[in-house]
């Protein structure tokens, strides 16, 4: 980067930082997506002129509100509710709602900024938004999870529409939440617009695939960075954090290419089975039963569970982060590099610290950011839009193959913008600008709005 990019760049992210105190996850996101630009400023000096990443940094609209809601004992709770709105130049915004304590305005706004690049590289005319409450809905009943969506959705109702917003799940926010979310907007809105939620059952409007796509495409992001590098999945023992939905459907496309995954993890510890995980054992354990992965040795005596253990310190050649933010740091990509990993993809969004992160680009193994690697979780959110606008239902395999195609030109179109700015290789800077690229042009092309 020049010395004019530098500057240029740190202006602004000093007044990110000035705009949005105490924001530390928002400001991560933007540094880490500023640090791209650079060369793009100084290539195309227009985007400056038209101050588009000071205007794309700034949401078009942030919504904050109370959510009332009893619990079965008759207690009252006041949760608090989040929608940012972040940019809809490509189209309606589109982005997740997050259940999870450690919710608040920071976090949501870095998950919207970024879903803006995210739903970009997709190629689907979706816009960047996020949502989300300090609701933990583990441990509570399905009848206090039921009047909490109801509450939640009262308010949210006033913001959303197909064409306005259309929110899906996230950590916290499974088919049972987007369920009773979709009721009580039914209900608030006397229509049956199946297209304002995604995420549905797919007895009544859900898509096939989208369980499935946030891990099935991480995986295939990661299978084209292997093919790059003239190599595959087949052999290749493989972790994978988290044992939420990402993570099992991670674990299922690379068992179907031939990999070994031979640990998980959850918030208690990791479980660790040489012989390969027993995916049919953990579908049952975490969707059915709800039950936390320990329980995986119950039924696998050679298998090993470590409390509060450290899934990166298992020996890999492909590590997977699919849990959440700022879950492998540093420390623990040393140890996977010194371990022998080759690729890291992250189906998690922002799993790996900026120190994590350049480990991995200095040790020169192939790394692939969550904007690219697990957009396909969006991107098959779009393909069920889709569907719901023209009150179609597609196949299994005609929706995976769609979204195969979608990651494959997602990894295409991050290699083309790195090689622009001779930085080969490098899936960080190649997301970044191919992202910002698309949305830029189309802000420029409608105004100053």
Known sequence: MTEKGKKQIEEIYQQVIARNPGENEFHQAVREVLDSLGPVLVKYPHYAEHKIIERICEPERQIIFRVPWEDDRGEIHINRGFRVEFNSALGPYKGGLRFHESVYL?????????????NALTGLPIGGGKGGSDFNPKGKSDSEVMRFCQSFMTELSRHIGEKTDVPAGDIGVGSREIGYLFGQYKRMSNTYESGVLTGKGLSWGGSKVRKEATGYGAVYFVDEMLKAR????????????GSG???????EKIQQLGGKVVAMSDSGGVIFHEKGIDLDLVKQLKEVERRR?????????????????????????????????NELDGKD??????????????????????????????AKIAYGPGKAANAGGVATSALEMQQNASRDSWSFSYTEERLHNIMIN?????????????ASNDYVTGANIAGFKKVADAMIAMGLI
Request: net charge negative.
């Open 106 to 118: 920071g976090v949501i706004k870095f998950l919207g900024f970024e879903q803006i690049f995210k």
């Open 410 to 422: 997602i990894h295409r179109d991050c290699l083309e913008a790195a090689k622009e700015f001779n």
């Open 293 to 325: 992965i320990k329980d995986y040795c119950n039924y696998h005596k050679d298998a090993e569970y470590k409390p509060n253990g450290n899934v990166w310190d298992v020996p890999c050649q492909v590590a997977m982060p699919s849990a959440t933010e």
């Open 230 to 241: 003239n190599d595959s999945f087949e052999g290749k023992t493989c972790v994978v954090s």
């Open 245 to 251: 939905n990402v993570a099992i459907y991670t674990v």
């Open 333 to 362: 990509a040393e140890t996977l590099v010194k371990n022998g990993c080759i690729a890291v993809g992250e189906g998690a969004n922002m799993p790996t610290t900026p120190e994590g992160i350049k480990v991995f680009q200095d």
